[in-house]
């Protein structure tokens, strides 16, 4: 944090208006396509707030959620367009330009937090290198809790699933969904209750935080906690933008960034564990998968981890070995 002198030299500079170049009192906006009352979205408030505190007041966030300014499909290219200066989007949504961002969904590699870290260790350089490509930098990443399977009826094996709806929100979903040879129907996370109450969902993967969220239990009883996948929320922000900054105010948000991810790693953890109790206080049954569906879904992981290093080419393949034969 900043001294309290320092912080008042900033607040003099912009009274003199000297505090430099376009950046003195800045407003960003920071676009994202969740609700700002989310986790990753009260994460994102404190990050806002610390960076005012610490740059003293000189840098500002304007919060501007549930894709109003940009929807998570138009995030990235809406940055490079200037539409925003800052936005967050969840890494699995961005494939089509960070191939390597697919990592986050291939099922059943990352099976705890520590591994969805150490993934996050070996990916980042490499998601650095992928954006400032375009003209972004990445200031950090926050996962959602684990992926695991909802469904309206129980569910024994695989073929329970055929012919229902299911809920898909990235490439991974969909390729599950028609593998289970399921109706692939896309919603955004901000509009699930609503399909639900519509009774366009049958079932759908995601995270239990995300089901809590949007009361889900109101069409679907069953949850099955299979910690298929661990997807983060990227926050990306201009490279131009940042590279205006005085060394103090870049200091201020380079600490903003660490402690923000830092906080968001523990946030959603806490999130991890509240949100399945929640579901069940609301009379959703949480159990265990059968053998069968264990094992098909073992092998629906296997088929997808090929497919994706196939597709992706030998930096796939080189990521997932740094990622294995690390601790
Ligand atoms: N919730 C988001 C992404 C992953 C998650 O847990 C969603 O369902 O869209």
Redesign the pocket.
């Known amino acids: 944090m900043m001294h309290r002198r320092q912080s008042l030299a900033w607040l003099a500079g912009i009274g003199l208006g000297a505090a430099g170049p376009a950046q003195a009192g800045a407003v960003w906006r920071l676009a994202t396509g969740y609700r700002a009352d989310s986790l990753h979205g009260q994460n994102l408030r404190q990050f806002a707030d610390e960076l005012t505190q610490a740059s003293g007041g000189t840098l500002r966030l304007e919060l501007h959620p549930e894709g109003r300014l940009l929807p998570l499909a138009q995030m990235l290219p809406g940055l490079v367009e200037g539409k925003a200066e800052m936005g967050e989007a ?1 890494m699995t949504g961005l494939v089509k330009d960070l191939p390597l961002a697919g990592a986050d969904s291939v099922p059943f590699i990352v099976r705890s937090y520590d591994d969805a870290r150490r993934l996050w260790r070996h990916q980042r350089p490499l998601i650095e290198a992928q954006l400032a490509s375009r003209g972004l930098r990445v200031l950090l990443a926050v996962p ?2 684990p ?1 695991g399977l909802f469904s309206q009826r129980p569910i024994a094996g695989a073929a329970d699933l055929a012919g229902l709806s299911m809920r898909t ?1 990235n490439s991974t979903t969909v390729r599950i969904a028609e593998l289970l040879k399921a109706k692939a129907v896309d919603v955004p ?1 901000i509009q699930v209750g609503r399909a639900l109450s519509e009774g366009r969902i049958h079932a759908m993967i ?2 239990a ?2 089901g809590v969220e949007n009361q889900v239990w109101t069409g679907l009883k069953f949850y099955y906690p299979i910690n298929a996948w661990f ?1 983060k929320n990227l926050l990306m922000m201009r490279s131009d933008v940042h590279d205006r900054l005085e060394p103090a105010q870049r200091h201020a948000l380079a600490q903003a960034a660490i402690h923000a991810e830092q906080r968001g790693w523990r946030l959603s953890e806490q999130a991890a564990r509240e949100s399945v109790d929640t579901l069940r206080s609301n009379g959703m049954r949480v159990e265990p998968v059968t053998s069968e569906l264990a094992q098909a879904l073992r092998r629906l992981g296997e088929k997808l981890s090929l497919e994706w290093v196939r597709s992706v080419g030998p930096e796939a393949n080189q990521m997932f070995i740094q990622y294995f034969t690390t601790t």
Do not use: A, D, R
Request: charged content about 0%; cysteine-free; glycine content about 0%.
């Open positions: 969840i959602w809790p992926q929100y996370m995601t995270s935080v995300t997807p």
